[in-house]
């Protein structure tokens, strides 16, 4: 059972910056994938942005070019950097996790979730 702890939210005025940081422990399964999710009220949970184990990366059209999704192996922490930030990226995230056992199951897990708010 994997735990996964984000932090890095909060409110910034639109334009600023923020770094979100999700570690995970607690498993020795295989990673596939980290990545994030944003859920804003009244809407589905979307993806932001996702890297693989081999490090490739896939972004939301709404997000390419303003934030760059990153990941430590060795802290099995995964980063996303968020600039030039718009009202509409405000949000809950939610740090994902996918990961395989030895046997081929796959697990999906999620964090608590951190708020982002951007204002104008």
């Known amino acids: 059972q994997a735990q996964l702890v984000e932090s890095g939210g909060g409110l910034v005025q639109a334009g600023g910056s923020l770094r979100l940081s999700c570690a995970a422990s607690g498993t020795s399964l295989r990673i596939n994938s980290m990545g994030w999710y944003r859920q804003a009220p009244g809407k589905l949970r979307e993806l932001v942005a996702v890297?693989?184990?081999?490090?490739?990366?896939n972004y939301a059209a709404s997000v390419k070019g303003r934030f760059t999704i990153s990941r430590d192996n060795a802290k099995n922490t995964v980063y996303l950097q968020m600039n030039s930030l718009k009202p509409e990226d405000t949000a809950v995230y939610f740090c994902?996790?996918?990961?395989?056992?030895?046997?081929?199951?796959?697990?999906?897990?999620w964090g608590q979730g951190t708020s982002v708010t951007v204002s104008s």
């Open positions: 994902n996790l996918r990961a395989v056992s030895a046997a081929g199951a796959r697990y999906d897990y």
């Open positions: 890297i693989a184990s081999g490090a490739s990366t």
